[in-house]
């Protein structure tokens, strides 16, 4: 990549978008969930994870709130996609029947267990490099850069386990 940036600003947004790091994505949905769906549907309803770019999973807490929902998934998708923005156009939703309770309770450190992560393909770890070239501060660029690695590494884990 020939693009080079030199600040954080310029540099986080572009890395997520090239890598797609959807737990990102799906931590800005947790953030938001209770304002999104409102109180009602957020206790039965609640987003689990990302099977590709442009389809997230909702955990249900059970059959007749999942028929309920799917009712209403259009307008689901809708709120999802203002909220992520253009860099996720959902496009599909896909329902699962589960501990939605359990889930809003867990903190996203046991969602995403760094000390598991596969090493990130090396691509990503070049294309990292790449895109934090000029960036002088060199503490903070380590630090990006480890982030955008467990990041490329959680979407490496996510993919062979979904």
């Given amino acids: 990549m020939s693009r080079e940036f030199s600040t954080p600003r310029d540099v986080i947004p572009a890395i997520a978008r090239r890598l797609g790091a959807r737990h990102l994505a799906l931590a800005r949905l947790w953030d ?56 996720y156009m959902v496009s599909r939703l896909r329902f699962k029947i589960g501990d939605v309770a359990g889930a809003r309770r867990r903190p996203v450190t046991e969602t995403v267990r760094d000390w598991r992560l596969p090493a990130p393909p090396d691509e990503a770890v070049e294309e990292i490099d790449s895109m934090l070239g000029r960036m002088e501060d060199e503490k903070l660029r380590q630090a990006i850069k480890g982030l955008f690695e467990k990041s490329a590494a959680a979407e490496r884990h996510l993919h062979r386990t979904n």
């Fill in 32 to 87: 938001r969930w209770d304002r999104l769906v409102g109180e009602p549907l957020c206790r039965h309803c609640w987003p689990s994870h990302f099977v590709s770019r442009d389809m997230l999973v909702l955990l249900v807490s059970d059959s007749a709130w999942m028929q309920q929902i799917s009712f209403l998934s259009e307008r689901l998708r809708s709120l999802i996609c203002e909220a992520l923005g253009p860099d």
